[in-house]
């Protein structure tokens, strides 16, 4: 099993930024994918941003292209969610998420593994 534990989310005006962490625990991969999701209330959960951790190549939703940034921690296993310029609409419990292999994908139900989340809330 892999233990998935973020922190860093808050309240925070429109404009402003936070930064997300998530560290992995427990079971290891020779090749792995980890992932940020969203779910606001009453909509699905979607993709935010994901690394291959082997090769630190990053993706991103286009929604949040350009303001938000993924990156590893010199840490094993932890990665961040810088995020700038939010907006109202970022407003969301956000999850850190990993998957086993090098293929990354956007579709939540091929990740393995899933933290308890963090609350997101950025005022108008």
């Given at each position: 099993?892999v233990q998935?534990?973020?922190?860093?989310?808050?309240?925070?005006?429109?404009?402003g930024?936070l930064?997300?962490s998530c560290?992995?625990?427990?079971?290891?991969?020779?090749?792995y994918?980890?992932g940020?999701?969203?779910?606001?209330?009453g909509k699905e959960?979607?993709?935010?941003a994901?690394?291959?951790w082997?090769?630190d190549?990053?993706?991103y939703?286009?929604?949040?292209k350009?303001?938000?940034?993924?990156?590893r921690?010199n840490?094993?296993?932890t990665?961040?969610?810088?995020?700038?310029?939010l907006k109202?609409?970022?407003?969301?419990?956000?999850?850190?998420?990993?998957r086993g292999?090098?293929?990354?994908?956007?579709n939540?139900?091929q990740y393995?593994?899933?933290?308890?989340?963090?609350?997101?809330?950025?005022?108008?």
């Amino acid at each position: 099993q892999v233990q998935l534990v973020e922190s860093g989310g808050g309240l925070v005006q429109a404009g402003g930024s936070l930064r997300l962490s998530c560290a992995a625990s427990g079971r290891t991969f020779s090749e792995y994918t980890m992932g940020w999701f969203r779910q606001a209330p009453g909509k699905e959960r979607e993709f935010v941003a994901a690394i291959r951790w082997s090769e630190d190549s990053t993706y991103y939703a286009d929604s949040v292209k350009g303001r938000f940034t993924i990156s590893r921690g010199n840490a094993q296993r932890t990665i961040y969610l810088e995020m700038n310029s939010l907006k109202p609409e970022d407003t969301a419990v956000y999850y850190c998420a990993q998957r086993g292999g090098s293929y990354v994908t956007t579709n939540s139900r091929q990740y393995d593994y899933w933290g308890q989340g963090t609350q997101v809330t950025v005022s108008s």
